[in-house]
């Protein structure tokens, strides 16, 4: 788990359990105490909240912690709020929690943060926001990054977000500048809810002990216990002193905003003075007025701005430190000039212009989450050579060259092995496509060769110069040669065709296809069917290459918008499975310990292939042997099973087949045949496969423990074990 820093937004580690729960961070020096942590909390598993999976701390306060996570079904980040533990089992923390939520839950407007989810596991209370990539008012505030007209502008934002609040019937009663969010574009979201009250749900006693919430600082009069009920008026005068912070940088101390920055127009000295008032019936009477004051004031700042031209000082470009030589070096620079190490890169979105320090974290323009971006352009860029290769068999060598275009320009250093296979790529398409021209250059001439010889012999047998003289053949013989004998042309057999070359790695395709967003959204009978066909031909890719040809007529059917239907789902799905266990007995054969084992299991599953009379009884017979297979690699290799390792092996936890070829029982069999062959591919260094395979098939195989649809469950199992196997073999798509 890891913390972000609230000063330079760096990913800082948190200290482990039972350490002092201080935090230092190692880029800005800032030092800051978990108070969560100090009271004993403990940290949630980052699968703990179900769909979502917890990356950082992104804020915490004496009540609950915000985390930033990751929304498994779509893919995006988001914002996890949870109330501490020491509060769960007090009913009133409970409840004020509750409410945050409900306030969200009722509120849709583009100035307040949006709730999406709520929940509890086990004694944890939480709800699920969107994440709001920028600062906070407080942090602008405080490195003196705003000008009056942002200033201005962020009050009108936030006039918005409370006039829409105020119509719900809903009270913030803590407007401060660190509740609210500034994004990189400049829009304001309203957040932290947390002591919010429902003006037509609460009775006057329980509004009038709530009176005393608040941050002192930016409190009304009515909210320091005088027992008045609060209404919207008390959020008009914490946005008032809001404003004035912002505008100076200091609270108000009874001066105007003016005198302490020249800047600032006397007409916002009456706005903030008049938001301010000690009495609420002279205040601003709901945010909409305040926000068309705001508004006037926002129009004669522009009417103010002159055009006169000015010679403006000479400002030094902005540079980065090499981390290698400490050089100072332009930010437009990518490499340092004097020992050539790599420093900066442009952001991975293609429609952003920032350019990045290496091993920063986020985008300092658009405020993407740059390992996020390159894993997205890594599989744009892999999907361009796999349409490059799909028009090179077509022989479209000009929307091959292209494709190769588009990924050769890629000019990330991290993407270089991509850009050279695409400039390999590109120089074998154009040698094929100089030899195509030659080969129709070569047919014109004979063609022309051809036409003029025929035009010639025509030529000169119309003039008679072909005309010869022979002597009458001897009497008594008939005439069996004709007069103008000419030699007969035997035809000669057509020269054998060469057999046709391999398919194209059918495999590679079906790879780089499993990696897009898109598949998923395919019907699981359609994968469920692509995923036999893999297998096939995964494990005869050693063989005539008829199954990695019937994998390519699949996918390209895919393309084509015809997705294949399977006659027979549990034949296919035998086959595939029978294949797949032979591929795993050679495999697991190497290992001297599982040799005898696997030898022994090997004749057994023929033997039973053998008896089977029915597809479903093969299905059976290989769905148990797969799972068999991969139970005796997991005791043979492992000293000491986990919990997970157990209950993966207690076979007494199966469902047993309601009838021969169950989908369901055969669906339980490969989801953890599935998950045993990651454990065991996992500790062996020469079979390890890549994060990102590792991350894509945690995230099938969770969907599949999800899903109670045995298709679907079958579908990302046999994914799972097709895409693993396939990652080990050599010339793999994920080497």
Not at 96 to 108: D, I, T
Not at 369 to 383: K, N, P, S, T, V
Not at 463 to 480: Q, V, W
Not at 591 to 617: I, M, W, Y
């Amino acid at each position: 788990m890891k913390i972000v820093c609230g000063k330079c937004s760096s990913e800082i580690e948190l200290p482990k359990a039972g350490d002092e729960p201080q935090v230092r961070c190692p880029s800005c020096g800032a030092v800051f105490r978990m108070p969560s942590l100090a009271d004993g909390e403990e940290l949630p598993h980052p699968d703990t909240f179900p769909g979502y999976r917890v990356v950082a701390i992104v804020g915490y306060g004496g009540m609950g912690t915000v985390y930033r996570a990751i929304q498994l079904s779509m893919d995006r980040e988001i914002a996890i709020k949870v109330l501490l533990r020491k509060y769960a089992h007090v009913p009133r923390f409970v409840t004020r929690f509750e409410r945050e939520a409900s306030a969200l839950a009722v509120l849709s407007h583009p100035n307040i943060v949006g709730v999406i989810d709520r929940g509890r596991v086990d004694d944890m209370y939480y709800f699920v926001m969107e994440y709001v990539h920028g600062r906070t008012l407080r942090y602008l505030i405080r490195n003196e990054q705003l000008d009056v007209e942002r200033c201005v502008d962020s009050a009108i934002q936030i006039c918005r977000a409370l006039s829409a609040a105020h119509a719900a019937g809903v009270v913030h009663r803590d407007i401060k500048p660190s509740n609210i969010l500034v994004t990189e574009a400049g829009a304001v979201k309203v957040a932290d809810f947390g002591i919010v009250h429902m003006i037509d749900e609460e009775g006057k006693a329980e509004q009038e002990r709530r009176s005393r919430l608040g941050t002192a600082k930016y409190m009304a009069p009515e909210q320091r216990g005088t027992g008045e009920v609060v209404d919207a008026r008390a959020d008009i005068f914490g946005l008032g002193v809001t404003l004035f912070e912002t505008l100076t940088g200091v609270l108000p101390k009874g001066q105007p905003p003016s005198e302490l920055n020249a800047d600032v127009p006397t007409s916002l000295d009456a706005i903030v003075a008049q938001a301010t008032k000690a009495d609420r019936e002279e205040r601003f009477q709901s945010a909409d007025a305040m926000r068309e004051a705001l508004e006037q004031v926002e129009r004669e700042l522009k009417l103010d701005e002159t055009s006169a031209t000015a010679v403006l000082p000479k400002v030094a470009p902005p540079t980065l430190a090499c981390p290698s030589c400490g050089e100072a070096v332009p930010i437009e620079e990518s490499h340092c000039p004097k020992c050539g190490a790599l420093v900066a890169e442009p952001c991975y979105r293609a429609d952003c212009e920032g350019v990045n320090p290496v091993g920063a974290q986020r985008c300092g323009r658009c405020g993407g989450h740059l390992e996020l971006l390159r894993r997205q352009r890594r599989g744009e860029l892999e999907a361009a050579l796999a349409d490059a290769d799909a028009h090179r068999a077509s022989r479209d060598f000009q929307a091959a060259l292209a494709q190769l275009r588009t990924v050769e320009a890629e000019g990330h250093e991290c993407f270089r092995s991509l850009c050279e296979r695409a400039g390999e790529l590109a120089r074998a398409v154009r040698r094929e496509r100089r030899a195509v021209r030659v080969g129709l250059a070569a047919k014109g001439l004979a063609a022309g060769l051809i036409v003029a010889a025929s035009v010639a012999i025509f030529w000169a047998a119309e003039r008679g110069l072909f005309r010869t003289h022979h002597a009458p053949p001897p009497e008594g013989l008939s005439s069996a040669v004709p007069p103008h004998s000419a030699a007969v042309a035997v035809p000669t057999p057509p020269p054998k065709q060469p057999p046709p070359g391999p398919p194209r790695d059918a495999l590679t395709d079906y790879f780089v296809a499993l990696t897009s967003t898109r598949w998923a959204k395919h019907p699981p009978e359609v994968r469920l069917a692509v995923a036999c066909d893999a297998g096939l031909a995964l494990a005869d890719s050693r063989n005539d290459g008829r199954a990695a040809a019937g994998l390519a007529a699949t996918l390209d059917a895919i393309r084509r918008g015809r997705p294949p239907a399977i006659a027979d789902a549990r034949k296919s799905l035998a086959a595939s499975l029978d294949a797949l266990c032979t591929m795993l007995f050679r495999t697991l054969r190497r290992d001297r310990l599982l040799a005898k084992p696997v030898a022994k299991l090997a004749a057994q599953h023929a033997k039973a292939r053998t008896a089977a009379a029915s597809p479903g009884l093969r299905l059976d017979a290989a769905a148990s042997t797969l799972y068999t297979a991969m139970a005796t690699a997991e005791i043979g290799q492992s000293t000491t099973l986990d919990a997970s390792a157990r209950l993966l092996l207690l076979d007494a936890g199966f469902v047993a087949p309601r009838s021969p070829g169950d989908l369901g029982h055969a669906a339980d069999r490969v989801v953890r045949a599935a998950t045993l062959l990651l454990r065991y591919l996992g500790r062996h260094k020469q079979m390890r496969a890549t994060p990102e395979l590792t991350d894509d098939a945690r995230r099938r195989l969770e969907q599949a423990r999800q899903s109670t649809d045995d298709t679907v469950r079958l579908a990302c199992g046999l994914e799972t074990i097709v895409e693993a196997l396939g990652a080990t073999r050599p010339g793999a798509a994920y080497d």
